[in-house]
C-alpha cells in the first residue's frame, strides 16, 4: 500500500481555509471517490481539542509566548501519533488546517522566537512527519479584518492580535513559500468557486503522482 499524501492549509486569520477545506473534501469525494481524512490545529483529537480551548480562550491574553508555543507542540504531537500517521500509513488523504508552517508563522516571524529552535522542537513533537505540499491561502491584512468584522463573532485570543502582528505573519508564510518549493502561495481573495477548482486541481495532480 503507498503511504497517504498530506496536503496542510495555511493563511492569516480570516483566509478561508476551514471554508476551502470543506468544499475541496466534497469534490474530492464527488470527482475522486477519495474520502479525505479532515482535520485542524490545535486540536484533532480529544487531547488536542481540550489544549485548543486554552489556546484561543480570550481570558488568557497574559499567556506567554513559550507556554504558547509549548502547547501548540503538545497538541501537535498527540495529533501527528494518534491521527495524522496512522492516516498516512493507511494510504489515506490527510487535509489539515494548520500545520508546523503555522508555527514558524506565528511563534517565529510573529513573535520572534528562534527559528533553530523551533525547527528542532517541531521535529521532536512531529518525529519528523512532514506535509507533501502546504498551500497558503494568501490575503492582505485588510481583508482578514474585513472578513473577520464581517464574521460578526466575538474574538478569540490571537484575533484581538494587532494588524502590525499578522503583517508578520503574512510575511512569515510569503517567505516560506519562497523557501521551500513544498510550500505553495495562492491568491485567497479569488472568488469562492475559482479558488476551490485551483486547489482540487493542485491536489489530484498530487494524487496522481503519488498513487499511480
Known amino acids: ?97 494548520r500545520f508546523q508552517a503555522a508555527t514558524f508563522a506565528y511563534q517565529g516571524y510573529g513573535r520572534g522566537l528562534s527559528f533553530e529552535q523551533l525547527a528542532t522542537l517541531n521535529r521532536f513533537a512531529t518525529k519528523g512527519t512532514v506535509p507533501d505540499c502546504t498551500l497558503v491561502l494568501d490575503i492582505s491584512v485588510e481583508c482578514s479584518l474585513r472578513r473577520l468584522a464581517a464574521m460578526n463573532k466575538s474574538k478569540d485570543r490571537l484575533e484581538n492580535s494587532s494588524a502590525e502582528f499578522f503583517e508578520k505573519i503574512r510575511e512569515g508564510y510569503r517567505a516560506q513559500a519562497s523557501d521551500d518549493p513544498r510550500v505553495v502561495l495562492l491568491d485567497g481573495e479569488l472568488g469562492l468557486d475559482e479558488l476551490t477548482e485551483e486547489i482540487y486541481g493542485r491536489i489530484n495532480e498530487l494524487m496522481e503522482k503519488s498513487f499511480s
Open 1 to 97: 500500500m503507498n503511504r497517504g499524501l498530506f496536503i496542510t492549509f495555511e493563511g492569516i486569520d480570516g483566509c478561508g481555509k476551514s471554508t476551502q477545506i470543506d468544499r475541496v473534501a466534497r469534490l474530492l469525494e464527488q470527482r475522486s471517490g477519495v474520502q479525505p481524512v479532515v482535520t485542524r490545529e490545535p486540536g484533532g483529537t480529544v487531547i488536542g481539542e481540550a489544549i485548543r480551548k486554552v489556546l484561543i480562550d480570550p481570558n488568557y491574553l497574559e499567556m506567554g509566548t513559550e507556554t504558547e508555543l509549548l502547547l501548540y507542540l503538545a497538541s501537535r504531537a498527540q495529533h501527528v501519533k494518534e491521527k495524522i500517521v496512522p492516516a498516512l500509513e493507511s494510504g489515506k488523504v490527510v487535509l489539515c488546517d
